[in-house]
């Protein structure tokens, strides 16, 4: 089992950043590809960014392509989302999950459902 958790949330204005953390626990971290997903009210969960074991390959959602960064630190068992030029849009709760290595990952790495640990997460407010 791995558990996460999640933090970094807040409030900020249009075009500010903010930088989100997930520590993670239980299992070994390497073994694991990340994600970060994200709700607004109202909406369905949707995918934001992944990244594989080793950090040789990112993804991007393309609403956020070129302003978020996804990274991982192995040896902090954390993921990392930085995100930058941040639109009221962006609203939502941002959760980080854990995938298991399948030989489907490069092809399933923005499905939810292929996650098998998810955190509680985190609620990011950006004002106009």
């Known amino acids: 089992q791995v558990q996460l958790v999640e933090s970094g949330g807040g409030l900020v204005q249009a075009g500010g950043s903010l930088r989100l953390s997930c520590a993670a626990s239980g299992r070994t971290f390497s073994n694991y590809a990340m994600g970060w997903f994200r709700q607004a009210p109202g909406k369905e969960r949707e995918f934001v960014a992944a990244?594989?074991?080793?950090?040789?390959?990112?993804y991007y959602a393309d609403s956020v392509k070129g302003r978020f960064t996804i990274s991982r630190d192995n040896a902090k068992n954390t993921v990392y989302l930085q995100m930058t030029s941040l639109k009221p849009e962006d609203t939502a709760v941002y959760y980080c999950a854990a995938r298991q290595a399948r030989p489907d990952y490069y092809s399933t790495y923005y499905r939810g459902s292929q996650y098998d640990h998810w955190g509680q997460g985190t609620q990011v407010t950006v004002s106009s």
């Open positions: 990244i594989s074991w080793n950090s040789g390959r990112t």
